[in-house]
């Protein structure tokens, strides 16, 4: 059973996620170490001029929608209705569902364990994000 939530934050709650993401894979932060974990050249590639795959952040930008309206559906139905509820529930949905699914990769796709480190505390910092805003907005 669906819950009342209030799409305002489900929107901000996603934006959030989508800034931390671009800054976390900006050369601000991450984007070295990704590249190079990933087996590209980050030389190369900043030279040749990379381009924004617009298609791929519009998909991405309406998965993390969904994902900010399930964690608003999930602070509603554990009454997580303030900011430190909104983190401790982002922290239990991170480690239950993002943290352990990632592992996969190192476990079976040999993904080295440094890649998951980047990706895994990327998703850590969004979730506790979207959780924060949409607990402080419930």
Same mark, same amino acid.
């Not at 239990?92 to 569902?97: D, K, S």
């Given at each position: 059973m669906l819950v009342e939530v209030n799409?305002?934050?489900?929107l901000v709650a996603a934006i959030a996620? =989508?800034?931390i993401g671009w800054a976390? =894979?900006?050369p601000l932060l991450f984007v070295k170490p990704w590249m190079k974990l990933r087996g590209i050249d980050p030389? +190369?590639?900043m030279a040749g001029g990379m381009k924004m795959p617009y298609g791929t952040m519009a998909v991405e930008f309406v998965s993390t929608l969904v994902v900010a309206f399930f964690i608003a559906e999930f602070a509603a139905w554990v009454? +997580?209705?303030s900011v430190m509820g909104g983190l401790v529930l982002g922290f239990?949905?991170?480690?239950? =569902?993002y943290a352990t699914t990632l592992l996969g990769g190192v476990l079976w796709e040999k993904v080295p364990l440094k890649l998951y480190a980047i990706i895994a505390g990327r998703w850590f910092v969004s979730i506790l +994000?979207?959780?924060a805003i949409l607990g402080?907005?419930?």
């Open positions: 799409y305002l934050a489900v996620s =989508f800034v976390w =894979f900006s030389e +190369a590639a009454g +997580a209705g239990w949905i991170w480690l239950g =569902f +994000a979207m959780a402080a907005w419930r």
